[in-house]
Protein backbone atom coordinates (compact mmCIF):
# COMPACT_ATOMS: atom_id res chain seq x y z
CA UNK A 1 0.00 0.00 0.00
CA UNK A 2 1.18 3.71 -0.80
CA UNK A 3 0.05 6.00 1.80
CA UNK A 4 0.65 9.88 2.85
CA UNK A 5 0.89 10.56 6.37
CA UNK A 6 0.64 13.62 6.68
CA UNK A 7 0.74 15.92 10.09
CA UNK A 8 1.59 19.57 11.34
CA UNK A 9 4.48 18.34 13.34
CA UNK A 10 7.37 15.21 13.54
CA UNK A 11 9.40 14.02 15.53
CA UNK A 12 12.15 15.02 15.60
CA UNK A 13 12.11 17.56 13.34
CA UNK A 14 9.50 19.78 14.92
CA UNK A 15 6.86 18.57 18.11
CA UNK A 16 4.84 20.52 20.58
CA UNK A 17 3.34 17.49 21.58
CA UNK A 18 2.22 13.13 21.19
CA UNK A 19 1.44 14.00 18.28
CA UNK A 20 4.53 14.06 17.07
CA UNK A 21 5.78 11.43 18.54
CA UNK A 22 2.90 9.55 17.03
CA UNK A 23 3.67 10.92 13.24
CA UNK A 24 7.83 9.61 13.41
CA UNK A 25 6.64 5.98 14.99
CA UNK A 26 3.99 4.87 13.14
CA UNK A 27 4.65 5.95 9.60
CA UNK A 28 7.99 4.01 10.72
CA UNK A 29 6.41 0.60 11.83
CA UNK A 30 4.20 0.89 8.28
CA UNK A 31 7.06 1.39 6.47
CA UNK A 32 8.37 -2.14 7.38
CA UNK A 33 5.91 -2.85 4.70
CA UNK A 34 4.33 -0.16 2.83
CA UNK A 35 5.70 3.30 1.56
CA UNK A 36 4.98 5.87 3.67
CA UNK A 37 5.63 9.45 2.56
CA UNK A 38 5.54 11.82 5.68
CA UNK A 39 4.37 14.95 4.43
CA UNK A 40 4.92 18.31 7.45
CA UNK A 41 5.23 21.59 7.16
CA UNK A 42 9.09 23.30 6.59
CA UNK A 43 8.83 25.82 9.85
CA UNK A 44 11.51 28.15 9.89
CA UNK A 45 12.38 27.10 13.33
CA UNK A 46 13.29 23.41 11.67
CA UNK A 47 16.90 23.03 12.06
CA UNK A 48 17.57 22.01 8.09
CA UNK A 49 21.35 21.37 8.67
CA UNK A 50 21.38 19.16 11.06
CA UNK A 51 18.18 16.94 9.77
CA UNK A 52 19.60 16.85 5.92
CA UNK A 53 16.75 18.69 4.36
CA UNK A 54 17.37 19.74 1.03
CA UNK A 55 15.41 21.57 -1.56
CA UNK A 56 14.21 19.66 -4.87
CA UNK A 57 14.30 22.68 -6.83
CA UNK A 58 10.47 21.84 -7.55
CA UNK A 59 8.05 24.22 -6.55
CA UNK A 60 4.08 25.09 -6.96
CA UNK A 61 1.98 27.60 -7.03
CA UNK A 62 -1.81 27.48 -4.59
CA UNK A 63 -4.04 30.25 -5.98
CA UNK A 64 -6.59 31.27 -3.34
CA UNK A 65 -8.64 33.85 -4.11
CA UNK A 66 -6.68 35.94 -5.97
CA UNK A 67 -3.44 35.64 -4.10
CA UNK A 68 -0.83 33.02 -5.14
CA UNK A 69 0.85 31.01 -2.82
CA UNK A 70 4.26 29.55 -3.26
CA UNK A 71 5.11 25.98 -2.03
CA UNK A 72 8.85 24.65 -2.79
CA UNK A 73 9.64 20.92 -1.98
CA UNK A 74 11.89 19.79 0.11
CA UNK A 75 13.09 15.91 1.63
CA UNK A 76 15.33 14.53 4.11
CA UNK A 77 18.29 13.36 1.88
CA UNK A 78 18.94 10.44 4.04
CA UNK A 79 15.19 9.30 3.84
CA UNK A 80 13.50 10.67 0.49
CA UNK A 81 9.92 9.84 1.67
CA UNK A 82 9.91 12.44 4.33
CA UNK A 83 8.97 15.56 2.28
CA UNK A 84 8.53 18.86 3.75
CA UNK A 85 6.76 22.09 2.20
CA UNK A 86 7.96 25.54 2.69
CA UNK A 87 5.36 28.27 2.14
CA UNK A 88 6.19 31.66 3.99
CA UNK A 89 2.88 32.26 5.34
CA UNK A 90 3.05 28.57 6.81
CA UNK A 91 6.37 28.57 7.63
CA UNK A 92 8.02 31.75 8.79
CA UNK A 93 7.39 31.92 12.63
CA UNK A 94 8.72 31.60 15.67
CA UNK A 95 6.62 28.69 16.79
CA UNK A 96 4.02 25.95 15.14
CA UNK A 97 0.69 27.22 16.01
CA UNK A 98 1.07 30.40 18.59
CA UNK A 99 3.95 32.78 20.09
CA UNK A 100 3.79 34.92 23.07
CA UNK A 101 1.38 36.94 22.27
CA UNK A 102 -1.15 34.09 21.44
CA UNK A 103 -2.53 31.83 18.10
CA UNK A 104 -1.85 32.97 15.18
CA UNK A 105 -4.10 35.13 13.78
CA UNK A 106 -3.77 33.38 10.24
CA UNK A 107 -3.95 29.68 10.76
CA UNK A 108 -6.74 28.83 9.38
CA UNK A 109 -5.10 30.08 5.81
CA UNK A 110 -1.58 28.51 6.89
CA UNK A 111 -3.21 25.10 7.58
CA UNK A 112 -5.66 25.49 4.00
CA UNK A 113 -2.40 26.37 2.35
CA UNK A 114 -0.95 22.71 4.15
CA UNK A 115 -4.02 21.34 3.42
CA UNK A 116 -4.29 21.89 -0.92
CA UNK A 117 -0.24 21.01 -1.00
CA UNK A 118 -0.85 17.70 0.70
CA UNK A 119 -2.72 16.87 -2.28
CA UNK A 120 -0.79 18.88 -4.98
CA UNK A 121 2.41 17.55 -4.02
CA UNK A 122 1.11 13.66 -4.54
CA UNK A 123 0.74 15.38 -8.33
CA UNK A 124 3.87 17.09 -8.73
CA UNK A 125 5.78 14.06 -7.67
CA UNK A 126 3.98 11.81 -9.46
CA UNK A 127 3.32 9.84 -6.27
CA UNK A 128 0.90 6.18 -6.16
CA UNK A 129 -1.16 7.07 -3.37
CA UNK A 130 -3.49 4.77 -2.21
CA UNK A 131 -3.96 6.19 1.46
CA UNK A 132 -4.08 9.83 2.98
CA UNK A 133 -3.66 9.44 6.80
CA UNK A 134 -4.60 12.72 8.01
CA UNK A 135 -4.51 14.41 11.81
CA UNK A 136 -6.12 16.61 13.53
CA UNK A 137 -7.81 19.75 12.41
CA UNK A 138 -4.18 21.24 11.05
CA UNK A 139 -4.93 18.59 7.74
CA UNK A 140 -8.44 17.95 8.33
CA UNK A 141 -8.95 20.10 5.71
CA UNK A 142 -7.21 17.42 3.18
CA UNK A 143 -10.65 15.27 3.42
CA UNK A 144 -12.92 18.04 2.26
CA UNK A 145 -10.90 19.15 -0.81
CA UNK A 146 -10.42 15.80 -0.99
CA UNK A 147 -14.01 15.27 -1.53
CA UNK A 148 -15.12 18.18 -2.85
CA UNK A 149 -12.47 20.22 -5.33
CA UNK A 150 -10.80 17.06 -6.41
CA UNK A 151 -12.99 14.43 -6.29
CA UNK A 152 -10.32 12.12 -5.30
CA UNK A 153 -10.76 8.27 -4.75
CA UNK A 154 -7.95 7.82 -2.36
CA UNK A 155 -9.17 6.82 1.11
CA UNK A 156 -9.16 9.51 3.50
CA UNK A 157 -8.53 8.11 7.45
CA UNK A 158 -8.55 11.30 10.14
CA UNK A 159 -7.18 10.37 13.36
CA UNK A 160 -7.98 12.49 16.29
CA UNK A 161 -5.37 13.36 18.82
CA UNK A 162 -7.53 15.67 21.24
CA UNK A 163 -10.89 17.20 20.66
CA UNK A 164 -10.57 19.91 22.65
CA UNK A 165 -8.34 21.37 19.71
CA UNK A 166 -10.89 21.77 16.42
CA UNK A 167 -9.63 24.83 14.43
CA UNK A 168 -12.85 27.08 14.53
CA UNK A 169 -12.51 30.31 12.41
CA UNK A 170 -15.15 32.76 11.22
CA UNK A 171 -16.85 32.18 7.61
CA UNK A 172 -15.07 34.70 6.01
CA UNK A 173 -12.62 31.56 5.83
CA UNK A 174 -14.77 29.87 3.04
CA UNK A 175 -14.20 32.46 0.84
CA UNK A 176 -10.56 32.99 1.62
CA UNK A 177 -10.04 29.34 1.20
CA UNK A 178 -12.08 28.80 -1.67
CA UNK A 179 -14.14 26.31 -0.51
CA UNK A 180 -17.36 25.36 -1.93
CA UNK A 181 -19.82 26.78 0.19
CA UNK A 182 -23.06 24.62 -0.96
CA UNK A 183 -21.39 22.00 -0.97
CA UNK A 184 -19.55 22.10 2.47
CA UNK A 185 -20.93 25.24 4.46
CA UNK A 186 -24.22 22.59 5.87
CA UNK A 187 -24.75 22.19 9.48
CA UNK A 188 -23.12 18.08 8.91
CA UNK A 189 -19.99 19.59 7.92
CA UNK A 190 -17.75 22.39 8.07
CA UNK A 191 -20.48 24.84 9.57
CA UNK A 192 -20.21 25.59 13.35
CA UNK A 193 -22.75 28.27 14.86
CA UNK A 194 -22.21 30.24 11.50
CA UNK A 195 -18.49 29.63 11.90
CA UNK A 196 -16.17 26.85 10.32
CA UNK A 197 -15.10 23.87 12.35
CA UNK A 198 -11.91 22.42 10.81
CA UNK A 199 -12.33 18.97 12.36
CA UNK A 200 -16.23 18.75 11.95
CA UNK A 201 -15.74 19.05 8.34
CA UNK A 202 -12.89 16.16 8.41
CA UNK A 203 -14.99 14.01 10.64
CA UNK A 204 -17.54 14.49 7.97
CA UNK A 205 -15.41 14.12 4.67
CA UNK A 206 -12.83 11.20 6.01
CA UNK A 207 -13.11 7.93 4.97
CA UNK A 208 -12.41 6.16 8.29
CA UNK A 209 -12.02 8.00 11.44
CA UNK A 210 -9.91 7.07 14.27
CA UNK A 211 -9.36 8.25 17.98
CA UNK A 212 -5.90 7.20 19.74
CA UNK A 213 -7.36 4.96 22.33
CA UNK A 214 -10.11 2.38 22.84
CA UNK A 215 -11.62 4.56 25.87
CA UNK A 216 -11.75 7.57 24.14
CA UNK A 217 -13.57 6.89 21.47
CA UNK A 218 -16.21 6.01 23.48
CA UNK A 219 -15.86 9.43 25.74
CA UNK A 220 -15.57 11.33 22.69
CA UNK A 221 -19.72 10.59 22.24
CA UNK A 222 -20.37 12.26 25.43
CA UNK A 223 -21.14 15.70 26.26
CA UNK A 224 -18.04 16.39 28.37
CA UNK A 225 -15.18 15.08 26.51
CA UNK A 226 -16.62 15.97 23.03
CA UNK A 227 -16.07 19.18 23.13
CA UNK A 228 -19.39 19.77 21.64
CA UNK A 229 -18.95 17.60 18.44
CA UNK A 230 -20.56 14.76 20.34
CA UNK A 231 -23.25 14.73 18.15
CA UNK A 232 -21.17 14.92 14.74
CA UNK A 233 -19.47 11.83 16.28
CA UNK A 234 -22.45 10.01 16.95
CA UNK A 235 -23.69 10.68 13.64
CA UNK A 236 -20.62 9.16 12.12
CA UNK A 237 -19.65 7.10 14.49
CA UNK A 238 -20.46 4.12 12.22
CA UNK A 239 -16.79 5.48 10.98
CA UNK A 240 -15.01 5.59 14.11
CA UNK A 241 -12.30 3.18 15.64
CA UNK A 242 -10.33 3.51 18.55
CA UNK A 243 -7.01 2.27 18.55
CA UNK A 244 -4.41 2.51 21.21
CA UNK A 245 -1.17 4.71 20.12
CA UNK A 246 2.74 3.19 20.99
CA UNK A 247 5.69 4.97 20.90
CA UNK A 248 8.92 3.94 19.21
CA UNK A 249 11.91 2.01 21.32
CA UNK A 250 13.95 3.47 19.00
CA UNK A 251 13.52 6.97 19.87
CA UNK A 252 12.82 6.18 23.86
CA UNK A 253 15.03 3.08 25.27
CA UNK A 254 17.26 3.76 28.20
CA UNK A 255 19.64 1.37 27.77
CA UNK A 256 21.05 3.93 24.51
CA UNK A 257 18.90 6.72 25.10
CA UNK A 258 22.13 9.41 24.83
CA UNK A 259 20.33 11.92 27.20
CA UNK A 260 21.02 10.00 30.27
CA UNK A 261 24.04 9.98 32.56
CA UNK A 262 24.06 6.51 32.69
CA UNK A 263 22.05 3.75 30.39
CA UNK A 264 20.22 0.86 31.98
CA UNK A 265 17.60 -1.72 31.70
CA UNK A 266 15.22 -3.99 33.51
CA UNK A 267 18.55 -6.29 34.30
CA UNK A 268 20.36 -3.36 35.96
CA UNK A 269 18.41 -0.80 38.19
CA UNK A 270 21.49 -0.04 40.16
CA UNK A 271 22.54 1.83 37.06
CA UNK A 272 19.03 3.99 36.98
CA UNK A 273 19.43 4.44 40.85
CA UNK A 274 23.62 6.10 39.47
CA UNK A 275 21.79 8.25 37.10
CA UNK A 276 19.03 9.27 39.68
CA UNK A 277 21.59 10.10 41.61
CA UNK A 278 23.87 12.27 39.20
CA UNK A 279 20.02 14.26 38.29
CA UNK A 280 19.50 15.07 42.02
CA UNK A 281 22.41 16.61 41.48
CA UNK A 282 22.11 18.59 38.50
CA UNK A 283 19.00 19.52 40.50
CA UNK A 284 20.95 20.75 43.48
CA UNK A 285 18.12 18.30 45.30
CA UNK A 286 19.46 16.19 47.96
CA UNK A 287 17.77 12.49 49.27
CA UNK A 288 19.02 9.83 46.51
CA UNK A 289 16.83 7.68 48.87
CA UNK A 290 13.29 9.60 48.80
CA UNK A 291 10.85 8.38 45.73
CA UNK A 292 11.41 11.27 43.06
CA UNK A 293 7.78 12.21 41.43
CA UNK A 294 8.43 13.93 38.26
CA UNK A 295 5.27 15.89 35.71
CA UNK A 296 6.22 16.75 32.14
CA UNK A 297 3.57 17.89 29.95
CA UNK A 298 1.97 21.35 28.85
CA UNK A 299 0.30 23.66 31.67
CA UNK A 300 -3.18 23.16 30.54
CA UNK A 301 -6.59 22.65 32.72
CA UNK A 302 -6.59 19.43 30.86
CA UNK A 303 -3.17 17.91 32.35
CA UNK A 304 -4.68 17.98 35.77
CA UNK A 305 -2.47 21.19 36.37
CA UNK A 306 -4.87 22.37 39.29
CA UNK A 307 -5.00 18.84 41.44
CA UNK A 308 -1.04 19.21 40.83
CA UNK A 309 -0.23 22.52 42.54
CA UNK A 310 -2.34 21.61 45.49
CA UNK A 311 -0.73 18.90 46.12
CA UNK A 312 3.03 20.47 46.17
CA UNK A 313 1.44 22.00 49.22
CA UNK A 314 0.47 19.02 50.65
CA UNK A 315 4.07 17.28 49.59
CA UNK A 316 6.02 19.41 51.43
CA UNK A 317 6.14 18.22 54.33
CA UNK A 318 6.70 14.73 52.69
CA UNK A 319 10.13 12.82 52.14
CA UNK A 320 9.79 12.93 48.92
CA UNK A 321 11.19 15.10 45.58
CA UNK A 322 9.42 16.49 42.98
CA UNK A 323 10.35 17.78 39.56
CA UNK A 324 8.33 19.70 37.42
CA UNK A 325 8.87 20.28 33.83
CA UNK A 326 6.39 22.41 31.17
CA UNK A 327 4.83 25.21 30.16
CA UNK A 328 1.88 26.41 28.23
CA UNK A 329 -1.19 28.32 29.47
CA UNK A 330 0.46 31.75 31.00
CA UNK A 331 -2.22 31.66 33.86
CA UNK A 332 -0.28 28.64 34.49
CA UNK A 333 3.13 29.72 33.68
CA UNK A 334 2.50 32.35 36.35
CA UNK A 335 1.91 30.10 38.91
CA UNK A 336 4.65 27.95 38.78
CA UNK A 337 7.14 30.79 38.30
CA UNK A 338 5.99 31.99 41.84
CA UNK A 339 6.06 28.40 42.97
CA UNK A 340 10.04 28.25 41.72
CA UNK A 341 11.71 28.48 44.91
CA UNK A 342 8.84 28.35 47.61
CA UNK A 343 9.19 24.37 48.49
CA UNK A 344 12.97 22.90 48.56
CA UNK A 345 11.65 19.39 47.76
CA UNK A 346 10.27 20.85 44.68
CA UNK A 347 12.00 21.78 41.15
CA UNK A 348 10.16 23.58 38.74
CA UNK A 349 11.46 24.35 35.11
CA UNK A 350 9.63 25.90 32.72
CA UNK A 351 10.07 25.35 29.04
CA UNK A 352 10.26 22.52 26.59
CA UNK A 353 13.58 20.41 26.57
CA UNK A 354 13.30 17.27 25.35
CA UNK A 355 17.19 15.98 26.52
CA UNK A 356 15.55 16.94 29.76
CA UNK A 357 12.41 15.03 29.74
CA UNK A 358 14.50 12.13 28.95
CA UNK A 359 16.95 12.38 32.07
CA UNK A 360 13.74 13.30 34.48
CA UNK A 361 11.75 10.14 33.16
CA UNK A 362 15.40 8.05 33.57
CA UNK A 363 15.76 9.21 37.04
CA UNK A 364 12.62 9.29 38.16
CA UNK A 365 9.98 6.59 40.62
CA UNK A 366 6.91 8.15 39.66
CA UNK A 367 5.13 9.84 36.82
CA UNK A 368 2.55 12.19 38.11
CA UNK A 369 -0.55 12.51 35.90
CA UNK A 370 -3.73 13.30 36.87
CA UNK A 371 -4.99 14.65 33.27
CA UNK A 372 -8.77 15.31 33.48
CA UNK A 373 -9.28 13.93 30.18
CA UNK A 374 -6.58 11.89 28.16
CA UNK A 375 -7.14 10.90 24.57
CA UNK A 376 -3.80 8.81 24.58
CA UNK A 377 -1.07 9.85 26.94
CA UNK A 378 2.36 8.82 25.72
CA UNK A 379 3.93 10.23 29.36
CA UNK A 380 2.71 7.03 31.21
CA UNK A 381 4.24 4.29 28.47
CA UNK A 382 7.33 6.44 27.99
CA UNK A 383 7.49 6.05 32.08
CA UNK A 384 7.36 2.34 32.05
CA UNK A 385 10.35 1.86 29.35
CA UNK A 386 12.17 3.88 31.96
CA UNK A 387 11.20 2.40 34.99
CA UNK A 388 9.00 5.17 36.27
CA UNK A 389 5.58 4.02 37.49
CA UNK A 390 2.51 6.11 36.52
CA UNK A 391 -0.03 7.75 38.54
CA UNK A 392 -2.89 8.60 36.36
CA UNK A 393 -6.57 9.11 36.21
CA UNK A 394 -8.93 6.52 34.79
CA UNK A 395 -9.57 8.40 31.64
CA UNK A 396 -9.13 7.62 27.77
CA UNK A 397 -5.37 5.99 27.08
CA UNK A 398 -4.79 6.17 30.63
CA UNK A 399 -7.60 3.55 31.40
CA UNK A 400 -6.33 1.38 28.49
CA UNK A 401 -2.83 1.35 29.23
CA UNK A 402 -2.44 1.60 33.21
CA UNK A 403 -3.80 -0.95 35.56
CA UNK A 404 -3.75 -0.27 39.00
CA UNK A 405 -1.16 -2.41 40.94
CA UNK A 406 -3.76 -3.59 43.46
CA UNK A 407 -6.22 -4.77 41.31
CA UNK A 408 -3.57 -7.16 39.36
CA UNK A 409 -3.28 -10.75 41.23
CA UNK A 410 -1.06 -12.06 38.35
CA UNK A 411 1.62 -9.48 37.79
CA UNK A 412 3.32 -11.90 35.07
CA UNK A 413 -0.05 -11.54 32.70
CA UNK A 414 -0.07 -7.90 33.46
CA UNK A 415 0.14 -5.07 30.85
CA UNK A 416 1.48 -1.88 32.46
CA UNK A 417 1.24 -1.40 36.08
CA UNK A 418 0.55 1.92 37.72
CA UNK A 419 -1.66 3.74 40.26
CA UNK A 420 -4.69 4.91 39.55
CA UNK A 421 -8.03 7.02 40.51
CA UNK A 422 -11.33 7.62 38.99
CA UNK A 423 -12.69 10.61 40.80
CA UNK A 424 -10.89 13.69 39.69
CA UNK A 425 -10.31 15.85 42.97
CA UNK A 426 -7.80 16.27 45.79
CA UNK A 427 -8.84 13.44 47.84
CA UNK A 428 -8.34 10.57 45.23
CA UNK A 429 -5.24 12.51 44.07
CA UNK A 430 -3.39 12.53 47.62
CA UNK A 431 -4.69 8.93 47.89
CA UNK A 432 -3.27 7.71 44.82
CA UNK A 433 0.10 9.42 45.81
CA UNK A 434 0.10 8.18 49.73
CA UNK A 435 -0.27 4.83 48.00
CA UNK A 436 2.50 5.30 45.98
CA UNK A 437 4.48 6.74 48.43
CA UNK A 438 4.10 3.44 50.96
CA UNK A 439 4.41 0.89 47.88
CA UNK A 440 7.76 2.73 47.66
CA UNK A 441 8.82 2.14 51.26
CA UNK A 442 8.14 -1.88 49.85
CA UNK A 443 11.45 -1.99 47.89
CA UNK A 444 10.86 -5.40 46.72
CA UNK A 445 7.30 -5.42 45.99
CA UNK A 446 8.23 -1.72 43.95
CA UNK A 447 11.09 -2.90 42.17
CA UNK A 448 9.42 -6.05 40.75
CA UNK A 449 6.73 -3.73 39.36
CA UNK A 450 8.99 -1.83 38.16
CA UNK A 451 11.22 -4.39 36.35
CA UNK A 452 8.15 -5.77 34.99
CA UNK A 453 6.93 -2.24 33.34
CA UNK A 454 10.15 -1.94 31.48
CA UNK A 455 9.64 -4.97 29.65
CA UNK A 456 5.73 -4.65 28.56
CA UNK A 457 5.37 -3.63 25.04
CA UNK A 458 3.72 -0.33 24.48
CA UNK A 459 5.35 -0.49 20.67
CA UNK A 460 3.69 0.14 17.72
CA UNK A 461 3.38 -3.68 16.42
CA UNK A 462 0.15 -4.37 16.91
CA UNK A 463 -1.65 -1.38 16.49
CA UNK A 464 0.06 -0.49 13.11
CA UNK A 465 -1.84 -3.97 12.58
CA UNK A 466 -4.76 -2.71 13.17
CA UNK A 467 -4.58 0.42 11.21
CA UNK A 468 -3.05 -1.49 8.24
CA UNK A 469 -6.49 -3.55 8.10
CA UNK A 470 -8.29 -0.63 8.74
CA UNK A 471 -6.80 0.66 5.23
CA UNK A 472 -7.36 -2.81 3.70
CA UNK A 473 -10.91 -2.26 5.02
CA UNK A 474 -11.62 0.77 2.91
CA UNK A 475 -9.74 -0.08 0.18
CA UNK A 476 -11.83 -3.43 -0.13
P1 LIG B 1 0.06 15.85 24.61
O1 LIG B 1 -1.36 15.97 25.06
O2 LIG B 1 0.86 17.04 24.98
O3 LIG B 1 0.23 15.46 23.18
P2 LIG B 1 1.19 13.22 25.20
O4 LIG B 1 1.29 12.48 26.50
O5 LIG B 1 0.43 12.55 24.11
O6 LIG B 1 0.64 14.67 25.51
O7 LIG B 1 2.67 13.46 24.63
C1 LIG B 1 3.53 14.36 25.23
C2 LIG B 1 4.92 14.22 24.62
O8 LIG B 1 5.57 15.48 24.72
C3 LIG B 1 5.80 13.24 25.37
O9 LIG B 1 6.81 12.76 24.50
C4 LIG B 1 6.41 14.14 26.45
O10 LIG B 1 7.59 13.60 26.99
C5 LIG B 1 6.67 15.40 25.65
N1 LIG B 1 6.67 16.64 26.42
C6 LIG B 1 5.59 17.31 26.92
N2 LIG B 1 5.98 18.45 27.53
C7 LIG B 1 7.32 18.52 27.40
C8 LIG B 1 8.31 19.46 27.82
N3 LIG B 1 7.97 20.58 28.48
N4 LIG B 1 9.60 19.22 27.50
C9 LIG B 1 9.94 18.10 26.83
N5 LIG B 1 9.07 17.16 26.42
C10 LIG B 1 7.76 17.37 26.69
Not at 275 to 285: A, F, G, P, V
Not at 408 to 432: C, M, P, R, T
Request: net charge negative; proline share 3%.
Amino acid sequence: MNIIFASSEIYPYAKTGGLADVASALPEELRNEHKVYKVMPLYKLIDRKKYGIVALNKSFDIWLNGLRHQVDIYINKDCEDDIFLYNPVLSDRDGLYFDNYGDFGDNALRFGIFSLAIIQVMYELGLEVDIFHINDWQTSLVALYAKTRFNLTQKIVLTIHNMAYQGIYPKSVVDELEIDWSECFRPESLEYHDNVNFLKAGIYFSDAVTTVSPTYKDEIQTSYYGCTLEDSLKTNNYKLEGILNGISYEDFNPAKDKNLYRNFDSSNLDAKKEHKIKLLQELHMSGEEKPLFIFIGRFTHQKGIDLLISALELLKSHEVNIAILGSGESYYNNIFESLKFKYPNVHITIGYNEAYARRLYGASDFLIMPSFFEPCGLNQMIAYKYGSMPIVTETGGLKDSVSDFTNVDNIINAKGLGISFYEKNQFWFFHAISKAISLYANKTKFNEITKHNMDVDYSWKESSKIYVDLYKKLLG
